[in-house]
C-alpha cells in the first residue's frame, strides 16, 4: 500500500501550465492531415461487399433447403452443421483479408442482416402458422422454397454490392 502524505514532493499545476500542453485546434488539425493514412484501394470494399453478399446467399440458402426438407430428416443436422461450418469459415476469411472496415460498411451489413434475418423469420412463422392451423405440414412446389431463398437473401445481396460499389 502506498502511503500519501500532505507535503508531496510533486509541484502544482495552475491553469497556464495546463494551457501550455494542449494543442489549438489548427494544430490538432495539421497533426491528423500529417499522420499516415490506409488507402481504400477498393480491396476492402470488395472483400466486404462479397462476404456481406455470401452471408445472406449462405442464410437464404439455408432457410430454403431446411424448409424444404420433411420433419424428422437427418440431413437437416448435416445441412445445419455445414452451415455453421460455412458461417465460421466465412467470417474467417473476412476477417483475414482486411486491413480495413469501408465507411459505413458496418451500418449497411447491419441493416441488412436485420431485414434478412426478419423476413427469414416472417416466412418461417408463416409455415409454422399454417401447419398448426390445418395440422399438416405446407406441401410447398420447392419453386417456392427456391424464392423464399431469394428473397430473404435479397437485402444482404444488395447490401453486398452497395458497399463493394460505393466511392465515398
Not at 24 to 33: E, F, I, K
Not at 68 to 81: C, D, K, Q
Request: hydrophobic fraction near 45%; charge should be positive.
Amino acid at each position: 500500500m502506498v502511503e500519501v502524505h500532505a507535503n508531496d514532493e510533486r509541484p502544482a499545476m495552475n491553469q497556464q501550465d495546463l494551457n501550455r500542453d494542449q494543442m489549438t485546434p489548427d494544430q490538432a488539425r495539421a497533426t491528423l492531415d500529417s499522420a499516415p493514412r490506409l488507402d481504400d484501394t477498393g480491396h476492402d470494399r470488395r472483400i466486404h461487399g462479397w462476404a456481406t453478399a455470401a452471408f445472406g446467399a449462405l442464410v437464404g440458402g439455408y432457410v430454403g433447403l431446411y424448409q424444404a426438407l420433411p420433419e424428422g430428416n437427418s440431413a437437416r443436422n448435416v445441412i445445419t452443421a455445414f452451415y455453421v461450418l460455412l458461417l465460421f469459415g466465412l467470417a474467417a476469411w473476412q476477417t483475414k483479408n482486411i486491413r480495413l472496415w469501408p465507411r459505413h460498411s458496418k451500418v449497411t451489413g447491419y441493416v441488412a442482416l436485420g431485414c434478412t434475418v426478419m423476413l427469414a423469420g416472417i416466412g418461417t412463422m408463416a409455415l409454422n402458422f399454417l401447419e398448426s392451423r390445418t395440422g399438416v405440414r405446407a406441401e410447398v412446389s420447392p419453386l417456392w422454397y427456391a424464392v423464399a431463398a431469394i428473397v430473404i437473401a435479397g437485402p444482404m445481396l444488395v447490401a453486398g454490392w452497395i458497399i463493394a460499389n460505393r466511392r465515398s
